[in-house]
């Protein structure tokens, strides 16, 4: 991270957007050599290079591999001679000629993702499954490693599609590119976890990719055994951690029966019963287990102040706070990659003034060496965030992140209610929280109950409190920072994304005295009308995602006239703000309906209304020229609205 001290003026929005330099630092398997994978050129002309390292002086690179003119999603070590590089391959073909006509179609741009195993001596590149002709030509994505094998130096496992469309595990020659099946799924598998190389969880998902089943077979058995189904689109309540100590348990995460919290805890895979909790931590869940380069566990992620790690092996936690002290105890300090013998660290860094960077720890030479960075930002140009402790009307108590525009002088404020509902926000680089501080503008990012990481008992005092209690802690929230800060509370603005958008539009409902813009993001505007699209498309046999958001919003037969008055559509005229409404035309999570029944409502009540629908995108996923794009007109409406 830099170490600049004049404060400049604010960076432009488009600086923000700049194009992601490093994508990634790995160790080799015996922790002496280091690559460097780095994206270079333009986005429509990229060009992969990595750099290798030697551990000992990683003052300079070794070697160059250049990769040509592709676009390189990630790297790894198969083993301590060969990398691993997933590309990305787009090409433009020519398009079918309808039937009766001599002309073709339009042309498409078709993109391909490939696995490409090359020699650290910087020859001998292999595409794995090149000797599968044909299905090199049929299928788009086949980049997916699932088990580098560190047992097997000359294999990985990977999954593709067969021919008759469903999924295959195959085991995949790194030196000459021949795939082996080992596992055949069916039409709605999309993966598998493996424990020395061998299935032993397998995924399905639903067809709108919100639901996933799990099956769990044992070493030795031959049929699945049903699990679990579990929700995708929030955090699931079971995943997937490492293989354990021996080869009939697993480690996962997941909050027992009668339990607040969400703990690390062993399962067996022949009976399915869990352990007892490991590193467990009161009020927080875990965030994911910390493995070494051998997938081992060795320690559980919790996220306090910020990122903290409860260790399994108690010589480790030294030397993570050497290295939060480096970083002045300002940065989230992700431990990426642990050497098998320890000493030496690849460590990913981030915090609200670090958009990301990755460091050498070596602990005999005692140095951090900067490695690489995605964004080159100087930190005194960007906004400094703050973790505030919200009283509430009711007498509890939340927490919530302030970020200051640079310079910190007070002025206008944006509330940016995070989606979920149970996730949380985190005090770490936000690219959307920047771009407003960037402004001048002052961010405030409050974790309300209902949101997630803080404990079932903290999510569920947001149950059914839509409209009501979540929007009472974000108001809180608000007189906090205005009265303590003495910013400006007649310039005063929500918006935010999913469950983030519906509390925005919510918010303009309740207090047409507050807020002076609105901008909803993929937002829920119509409770009963949402509960109704739930039920409808849940193919699961006992409605269990409906049945999950009925305990969370409400049940229509029960609650429907609270529903109704927590619904923005349903209470437009109240509103007083311009709304902005954006929406992916294609959004499985939230369907395109809610932001257009909100938009009819806005103009049948005369009210100010900007309505944006972007094509081939989802739920908030759209590309960064796009994003880049829409953060212009969100900045130009808060602009005119803090005038």
Known sequence: MGRSHAATSAYPLADFFAQAKTRAVVLSPSGDRIAVLEQHGAADDPR???????????????????????????????????????????????????????????????????????????????????TDAARMRRSQDMGAVIDLLPEDPDHVLMVAW???????????????????????????????????????????????????????RAPGESEWKFMRRTRIVDKPDLSWVAGGDNIDTVLVSTRAEGEDVETIREMNLHTLAFGPPMQP??????????????????????????????????????????????????????????????????????????????????????SMTNMGARLVLDPQRLGHCRLLKIGTRDGAEIEAYLTSPPGGTPGPLVVLPHGGPEVRDQR???????VLAA??????????????????????????????RMQEDIEDAVAHVVRDKGLDAERVAIMGTSYGGYAALMGAVRRPDLYKAAISICGVSDLPDMLAWEKRDDETPTKEIFDFWKKRIGDPEVDGPMLEAASPRRRAAEIACPVLLV?????????????????????????????????????????????????????????????
């Open 48 to 130: 992969g290079l990595i750099l290798l390292f030697d551990a000992v002086d990683p003052a300079r690179p070794v070697r160059r591999i250049e990769l040509g003119s592709l676009k390189v999603e990630w790297l790894d070590w198969a083993n301590e001679q060969r990398l691993l590089a997933g590309v990305v391959i787009k090409k433009t073909v020519p398009g079918a000629k309808p039937i009766g006509s001599l002309t073709p179609g339009a042309a498409q741009t078709v993109t391909a993702r490939r696995v490409v195993s090359l020699d650290t001596a910087g020859g001998d590149p292999v595409v794995l499954f090149e």
């Open 162 to 216: 067969e021919v008759e469309g469903v999924m295959g595990l195959h085991k995949v020659n790194i030196n000459t590119g021949r795939a082996e099946r080992l596992e055949r799924g069916n039409f709605a598998t999309v993966g598998w976890r493996t424990h020395n190389g061998v299935a032993v969880l397998r995924r399905d998902v639903n067809p709108r990719r919100t639901v996933e089943t799990l099956y769990a």
């Open 281 to 366: 931590r009161a009020g927080r869940d875990v965030l994911y287990g910390l493995l070494d380069d051998r997938r081992r566990y060795v320690g559980a992620a919790y996220y306090g102040d910020r990122l903290e790690y409860e260790f399994a092996e108690p010589g480790l936690a030294a030397h993570h706070r050497a290295m939060n002290r480096f970083f002045d105890d300002d940065c989230d300090v992700h431990l990426v990659q642990i050497s098998p013998d320890r000493s030496r660290i690849v460590a990913y860094v981030d915090g609200p003034r670090e958009p990301g960077a990755w460091y050498l720890y070596d602990k005999t030479a005692r």
């Open 428 to 434: 770490r680089f936000d690219r959307q929280v920047q």
């Open 439 to 468: 402004q001048g503008w002052w961010v405030l990012q409050p974790n309300f109950r209902g949101s997630g990481g803080y404990g079932l008992d903290f999510a569920k005092q947001g149950w059914r409190r839509w409209g009501e």
């Open 583 to 643: 929406h992916g035309v294609n959004d499985e999570i939230v369907p395109i309906v809610q932001s257009r029944i909100m938009n009819r409502a806005l103009r049948g009540a005369g009210k100010s209304v900007d309505h944006v629908e972007v094509p081939d995108a989802g739920h908030g996923d759209w590309e960064d020229k796009v994003e880049k794009e829409l953060m212009e007109r969100y900045v130009a409406l808060l602009r005119r609205a803090f005038a």
